[in-house]
Every structure is written in C-alpha cells, then in structure tokens.
C-alpha cells in the first residue's frame, strides 16, 4: 500500500485504521493513525496508532507486551481508512478481552486461506524443493491417491487414543485433501456453498 493512496488531509491528518487479525479474521480493534504512525508500523514491524490523548504515537503493547506484529495495511476505496492485518501477542483490549468488541478470538481456521494461497502458488510457480509442486508434477491420480491414503491412516488413528499421532494424521490429510481440490481446479468455497445450500433445505 503506497501513502499516497491515504487521503490524510481529508481528517486533519488522522485516519482510522481498523486492525484484522491476520489468521482468524476477526476484527481486533480500532484506532488512528497518521503519516508518521503509518511508516512506524512498516519500519518496527508492530502495529502503531497515534494517540489523541497522549496527543504522541503509540505502538500497541508498549506498557502492557501486549504488542501486534504487523502484516500487511490496505487503505480502502476512498483513501479514508485503513486496514491493518497483524498477529496479536497476547488480549488487545485494556480489559484484557481478546479484542476490544468482547469478541474471543481463538479460532485459526483462517489459516486455511493462507495455505490455500501457498498450494496455488506451488502449482502455478513450481519449484524442485516443494513437496506439493512434486504432488502436482505426479499428476491428479497420485494426489487422489495420497488423501485415500491419509483417509485411511486417520480411521487407523481414531481407533486409538493417542492425540498426537491423531492430530497428525488429520492435519496430513485436511492438507493433501486441499492440494487435491486445486489439482482438481475446485475452490474450497464452492464445497462451503454445497454445505450451506443442504444447510439451507434442513
């Protein structure tokens, strides 16, 4: 994002920023931020407003630890606002709530984005070190091959009462049933619509 897509003079020199958490989704908090907080955010790598009451910029978590590791920033279509994407080091709330909408925040099935973007990546730029540019270089056979193995290796695990291996074993196979989804040219968006339709008929 270019600061020259920010429209500071619009608000005094001030612009919200609202701040997403990088792997839930969830919406952490919001503040302000002006020219200065924007390129302090960038250089430091945590997340850093400017303080209206303190009249000075503040970086998150620099009294409590509670800090945010910066991500990414996207102003939004008039160049009034920004969207701040960070990781959250501990509650971002001064009550100690997980986010300041008394949210809790504790689900990561948002990372399944960031690994559906890294598996497209490994097919469209493949390279000899990757293990899913292998899979996809053996072709969809092999691919549907690898989650009937992993499908079969799960029920295995679920037999006993070992977690670890369990865990292992349904991560193994949540991850090659992905890698077989964009072999197939599929989105895993389109098997949340069938979800939702037959949710729908109920």
Known sequence: MSERSID????DGLVPAIVQDSISGK??????MNEEAVAKTKESGMVT???RSKNRLWTKGETSGNFMEFVSMASDCDGDAILVKANPKGPVCHTGADTCFEEVNTSKTGFID???AIIKDRKNNPTDKSYTASL??????????????????????AKDDNKELFMGEAAD???????????????????MDVLIDRHKKK
């Not at 919406?27 to 302000?32: K, N, T």
């Not at 549907?144 to 029920?155: D, F, R, S, T, Y």
């Open 8 to 11: 500071f003079k619009k608000m």
């Open 27 to 32: 919406v952490l908090m919001q503040g302000y």
């Open 49 to 51: 407003f400017f303080s």
């Open 114 to 116: 960031q690994l559906r």
């Open 136 to 157: 996809f270089a053996k072709g969809i056979n092999k691919v549907a091959q690898k989650v009937g193995e992993e499908a079969v290796e799960i029920v295995i695990e």
């Open 173 to 191: 196979l949540l991850y090659h049933y992905l890698v077989l989804l964009e072999a197939k040219g599929y989105e895993l968006d389109e098997v």
